[in-house]
Antibody
Framework: EVQLLESGGGLVQPGGSLRLSCAAS????????MSWVRQAPGKGLKWVLS????????YLVDSVKGRFTISRDNSKNTLYLQMNSLRAEDTAVYYC????????WGQGTTVTVSS | EIVLTQSPDFQSVTPKEKVTITCRAS??????LHWYQQKPDQSPKLLIK???QSFSGVPSRFSGSGSGTEFTLTINSLEGEDAATYYC?????????FGQGTKLEIK
């Protein structure tokens, strides 16, 4: 069974940093692209970043360029999201998803940016 | 950026009814269009991938069609458990985008 388990969310002040992790199991992690999708409170889904299976290519939405970084450790079956210079508008549930067709989703981890 | 526009935004339907949700893209996405279901306080789940391919374990009453700029998700014989918000998503062109969602209420 495919499982994605996010962690690392929490309350952070504007301008602060957080690192999210997504532990994957039940599939060959190193052969799939992975993505982060977020959902602000009461809002719809928004794609944020993707990374290729070998980690060599990354893709980001403009609003997080220069602030967020996606990476992966295929030896640990883990996906990461480093978030710096956080803003109030980054407040959301962050989901880890498998493949570009997003055929599996984690349960999400909540990031709240507030003073 | 490719804008995906879903219609309707909201629909109240009765069990056993047939439901059609449309997703229109501002430019062609080929068949790189996927459909998800999100129930309250749950993560989204993939229903249909690449416009018309049913995902494993999804009930057969869910089907998808279309290509280019117009796509349809059809739910035949709606059941009470289908109350949810449905999203389309394109993985053709960066930045990847989602539709605004269609909320289905069961009467």
């Amino acid at each position: 069974e495919v499982q994605l388990l996010e962690s690392g969310g929490g309350l952070v002040q504007p301008g602060g940093s957080l690192r999210l992790s997504c532990a994957a199991s039940g599939f060959t992690f190193s052969t799939y692209a992975m993505s982060w999708v977020r959902q602000a409170p009461g809002k719809g889904l928004k794609w944020v970043l993707s990374i290729s299976s070998n980690g060599e290519s990354t893709y980001l939405v403009d609003s997080v360029k220069g602030r967020f970084t996606i990476s992966r450790d295929n030896s640990k079956n883990t996906l990461y999201l480093q978030m710096n210079s956080l803003r109030a508008e980054d407040t959301a549930v962050y989901y880890c998803t498998k493949s570009y067709g997003m055929d599996a989703w984690g349960q999400g981890t909540t990031v709240t940016v507030s003073s | 950026e490719i804008v995906l526009t879903q219609s309707p935004d909201f629909q109240s339907v009765t069990p056993k009814e047939k439901v059609t949700i449309t997703c229109r893209a501002s430019q062609s996405v080929g068949t790189s269009l996927h459909w998800y279901q999100q129930k309250p306080d749950q993560s989204p789940k993939l229903l249909i991938k690449y416009a018309s391919q049913s995902f494993s374990g999804v009930p057969s009453r869910f089907s998808g069609s279309g290509s280019g700029t117009e796509f349809t998700l059809t739910i035949n014989s709606l059941e009470g458990e289908d109350a949810a918000t449905y999203y389309c998503h394109q993985s053709s062109t960066l930045p990847y985008t989602f539709g605004q969602g269609t909320k289905l209420e069961i009467k």
